[in-house]
């Protein structure tokens, strides 16, 4: 059996164990991804019509994509209170599966937490926000969304080995270090005159489908989950899960 066909039965199995896991990742990610998509969806607008809102666009924007690669769930929601991943990760271990398999399952894990969160969130948005359709058609938009996609997969690769390499309060210290980190090079941005939104938004409409900023984020995303991937599986066959 293949690498990829061991991660795939193990993700049909942990729905299979529990049907409503599914069920609650969606109206937690309905719920969740909705309630951002209106609110960034009316500072978006802000945005495009020259209203003083840039910099909370760009945080809106950057915090959505620090969280579109996380699967809102049980286990995510009680990472301190139960150090939940690295009970997952001691139960996976124990499986007849190679380090390799479990690796692969994560990135599995990864790639649908994206699919739904970011239809979701980035429909919504296009919904719910004349602006934004009335500046991008919906070809541009879809450019657009995937820049933000990619943007998103590039901290993904960090979140697997962090997940995979710490106890559950430390992996919460170093996550708010990133999401600090990402919204100080926000306000960086912010103070020498640019918005990472509007960049975003005027490469999409200029370049369409060519957009070398969707295709080097998309690139760089993938880069990354390989390589920390990668590192990942060095860390796995030394930790001590006790």
Known sequence: MTTLKQAWVIVRSEFHGDRWKLLWALLFSLLFMGYFAALSGMVIDDTLTGHD???????????MMLMLTITFSRRTMKYISEDSYTRMLAYMRALPVPVAAILCKRKLDTLLAVAMNSTLFFSLIYLLSPGIRSELPPASYLVFAFTWIGYSLIVAGMYIIIEFSV???MYFWIISAVMLLALGVSGLVYLAGGNILLATVAVSKE???LSPLMWGALALGMLSIQLFSRWTIHRLKSRDLV
């Open 53 to 63: 809102k840039q910099l909370l666009s760009d945080v809106l924007m950057v915090t």
């Open 167 to 169: 106890s559950g309060v």
């Open 207 to 209: 370049w369409g489908l």
